[in-house]
C-alpha cells in the first residue's frame, strides 16, 4: 500500500483549490496585480515612481495602436502625432486657459478622436504598406507642423511648454510623484476596461471582421468604411489621452519630443506585448521604457546594439510577443493535463 | 521662370539622391517582399568599410568593388543568420527584427568609427556642368550610376533565368519550390544584392551628405515616399518617384510663401499621401489583384 505523504496531499489540495478557482482566474490575476501596485509607490524612490507612471501612459498609447493594427488590421507609423496632439491640447489648455488637468483628459481625447477619424477617410483607399507609408508622412510632418511661426503663440514653437506639476487634491499626504501615479494608475484601468469590453462586444467583433476577411465582413453587412475610421478614431482617442497625461507627468512639451522615434518605440512595444493581445501592452511598455536604460548600463558606446540585439533574442524567443507565448504555454498545459 | 528652372535642377540633383536610394529600396522589396527599414543604415555601414578601404590607401575604382563584394557578403550572411531563423513569423515581428537592425548597425558604426564627419572622395568631380553651381560633375555623375543600375537590373530581371528564378521566388514561393527553384537561395541572393546597390547609393550620396552614422535617416524617408510613389513594383518608377520627390520638394520651398520653407518636407509627404489616395498603388505600380 502507498503512504500518503503530507506533500501529495498538499499538491491534491492545490490542484483541486486551481481546478475551483479557474473561472475566476482573470479576477484573480487582476487583485494580484492590484497588490502589487498599490503600495508600490511607497516603496521605490520618486523616480522610479516617475518611470513607472510613464510606463503606464507608453501602455495605453501602445494599447490604442493595437486597438488599430492587432483588432482592425490597419498599420500605422503615425501615432507619435496622435500622441503630440494630445500632449499639446493638455498643455495649451492649461497653460493658456488655465484648465484643470483632469478636465484636459477627455478634451484631448475628443480631439485625438476627430483627427483620428479625419485620417481614417483618406487612408481607406490604403493598405498595408502603402497605409504604413501614409502614416509615417504624417508622424514625419507633426514636429514641423509644431514648430510653425503662425501658431507659435499657442506652441511656443521649438522652446514649446511648460506645465506646472498638479499637485495631490483634498490634502491627501501625497507628493505629486505619487498622486500622479495613482490618477494614471486609474486612467489606466478604466482605459484598459472599456478596450477590453470594446473587443468583446459587437462592435469588436465587426473590427475583427474586418481584420480577418474584409470582403466577407462587407459582404455580411458591415460597414467597412464607417467601422475602419471609427476604429481610428478611437485607437487616436487613447494615444492622445496617453499623450495628454505624458505632458502632465513630464511637465514639458516640444516638438522635438514626438519625433518618429516615438511611433517606433510604440510599434516595438506592440509587437514585443503581442499583436491583438490587451494586456500584453502593458509589457511592451515596459519593454520600449526600460530596456534602452538596461541596455544603456551594459555598454555605453554600443547601447543601440545591445539593445537591438535583445529586441532581436525577444523575436526569437517569442514570435507573436509575449502574449503569443503565454498563450502557446497554456495551451501546452491544458493538453499535458488532458 | 529663370528661378523656376533652377529650382527644378537643383530638384533633379537632390532628387538623384532619393531616386537611388529608392531604387535599393524597391530592390529588395522585389525580392523579399518586405519593406527593408534597415536599408539605409545598411548603405550607411558598407560607405564606412569603402572609406577605411580608402584610408588603407586602396585606389577607389578598387575599394568600390571591394565594398560591393563585402557588401554582397554582409546581406547575404543577415538573411541566412537573422531573417531565416524567424522565416515564419507574423510580418510585423519582421518589421520589429528590420528596428533591430537599424539599432544594431547604427550603433556599431558609431561605436568603430565614432561620429564626426568625414568627407568622402568622388570619381566625378566637383566642377560644375551646368549654371552656377547648379549641376555639378558628381550630381550628373550620380544621375548616370543611377540609369545605369536601372538598366543593368532590368535587363538582369527581364532576361537572365537567375533573375526570373528570384521574380518567381518573391512572387509565389509556393509554386516557385514546386518548379524547381531553391527559394532560400534566392532570397539570400535578393539580400546580397539589395546590399551592394545600397552600397552603390551610399558611395554615391557620402561625398554630398558627408559621412557619419546617421547620414541616412531623412534620404531614407525620402527614398521610401519616391519609392512608394513611383510604384513599389516598377525599379524605373522608384528612380522617377525619387527625382519628383527632390523637386517638389525644392519647388514647394521657394514658391509658397510664408510657409513653404518651414514645412518643405511636410508638403513632399502631403502630396504623397494624395498621390496615394488617387492612385494606391503608385504611378507606375501594377495593382496587385488577389484571389477571394
Known sequence: MKTRSPFTDLIAFFGALAIALAPYWRWLVFCLVLLIVLPLPFLVKNFFVFQLTLAMIYAIAILGLNLLTGFNGQFSLGHSAFYAIGAYTAAILMDQYGVAYYWTLPIAGIVCFGAGFLFGLPALRLEGIYLALATFALAVAMPQILKLSPIEHWTGGVQGIVIIKPNAPFGLPLNPDRWLYYFTLAVTLVLFLCAYNLVSSRTGRAMKAIRDNAIAANAMGINLSLYKSLTFGVSAFYTGVAGALGGIVVQFVAPDSFTFALSVALFVGLVVGGVGSIAGALFGAWFVLFVPNIAEHVSKGLAGAVYGIMLILLIYLMPSGLAGLVRLVVMRFAKAAR | ?292
Request: hydrophobic content about 60%; charged content about 10%.
Open chain 2, 1 to 292: 521662370m529663370e528661378l523656376f528652372l533652377h529650382q527644378v535642377l537643383a530638384g533633379i540633383a537632390t532628387g538623384g539622391i532619393y531616386a537611388c536610394m529608392a531604387l535599393a529600396i524597391v530592390m529588395i522589396y522585389q525580392a523579399i517582399d518586405h519593406l527593408n527599414f534597415a536599408q539605409g543604415e545598411m548603405a550607411m555601414f558598407s560607405t564606412f568599410i569603402a572609406w577605411q578601404l580608402i584610408q588603407w590607401e586602396v585606389p577607389y575604382w578598387a575599394a568600390f568593388f571591394m565594398t560591393l563584394a563585402i557588401s554582397f557578403a554582409g546581406g547575404y550572411l543577415i538573411e541566412r543568420l537573422i531573417m531565416r531563423p524567424i522565416h515564419n513569423a507574423p510580418i510585423l515581428s519582421h518589421v520589429a527584427l528590420f528596428i533591430a537592425l537599424f539599432a544594431v548597425i547604427n550603433s556599431l558604426a558609431g561605436f568603430i568609427w565614432e561620429y564626426q564627419i568625414k568627407s568622402f572622395p568622388t570619381p566625378f568631380g566637383t566642377h560644375s556642368l551646368l549654371g552656377e553651381g547648379l549641376i555639378s560633375g558628381h550630381d550628373a555623375g550620380m544621375v548616370g550610376v543611377t540609369v545605369a543600375m536601372l538598366v543593368f537590373l532590368f535587363l538582369f530581371f527581364r532576361y537572365t533565368r537567375i533573375g526570373l528564378a528570384m521574380r518567381a521566388a518573391a512572387a509565389n514561393p509556393e509554386s516557385a519550390r514546386l518548379v524547381g527553384i531553391r527559394v532560400e537561395w534566392m532570397l539570400a541572393l535578393g539580400w546580397g544584392m539589395a546590399a551592394s546597390i545600397g552600397a552603390i547609393a551610399g558611395m554615391l550620396i557620402a561625398p554630398v551628405v558627408f559621412l557619419e552614422p546617421n547620414m541616412m535617416g531623412s534620404i531614407l524617408l525620402y527614398g521610401f515616399a519616391g519609392a512608394v510613389v513611383g510604384g513599389l513594383t516598377s525599379p524605373g518608377g522608384a528612380v522617377v518617384g525619387g527625382v519628383l520627390v527632390g523637386v517638389i520638394e525644392n519647388l514647394a520651398g521657394t514658391f509658397i510663401p510664408y510657409i513653404g520653407r518651414e514645412l518643405k518636407l511636410s508638403i513632399a509627404l502631403a502630396l504623397i499621401v494624395f498621390v496615394l489616395t488617387v492612385k494606391p498603388s503608385g504611378l507606375f505600380g501594377r495593382s496587385v489583384v488577389h484571389r477571394v
